[in-house]
């Protein structure tokens, strides 16, 4: 089992940052990969990015690439999702989830090879 807490959500205007953090328990946090999705209001949840259980290799979705950064502290026990040029339409609830069962990182944009989820941070960017 593991559990997943998101923290670091908020409202901020566009052009600003936030700095998402997902605590986890339970498993060897140095054992799995780790992605970030998104959900907005009527809409599919949307892969953001992920990262390998080393911290050594990273997936992008495109819509973010270049204003936001997975890492990992396996000390810590946390991912965190670092977004800068924020967009309204990054507007957004966050779930971060956990792939414990060593698939490539190439898969981890579906959201069906996780196997555990967070509850998720509201992201909220305005104009």
């Known amino acids: 089992q593991v559990q997943l807490v998101e923290s670091g959500g908020g409202l901020v205007q566009a052009g600003g940052s936030l700095r998402l953090s997902c605590a986890a328990s339970g498993r060897t946090f140095s054992s799995y990969g780790m992605g970030w999705f998104r959900q907005a209001p009527g809409k599919e949840r949307e892969f953001v990015a992920a990262i390998s259980w080393s911290g050594g290799s990273t997936l992008d979705a495109d819509s973010v690439k270049g204003r936001f950064t997975i890492s990992r502290d396996n000390a810590k026990n946390t991912v965190y999702l670092q977004m800068n040029s924020l967009k309204p339409e990054d507007t957004a609830v966050y779930y971060c989830?956990?792939?414990?069962?060593?698939?490539?990182?190439?898969?981890?944009?579906?959201?069906?090879?996780?196997?555990?989820w967070g509850q998720g941070t509201q992201v909220t960017v305005s104009s």
């Open positions: 989830a956990a792939e414990v069962n060593g698939l490539p990182l190439r898969d981890y944009s579906d959201y069906w090879v996780y196997d555990y």
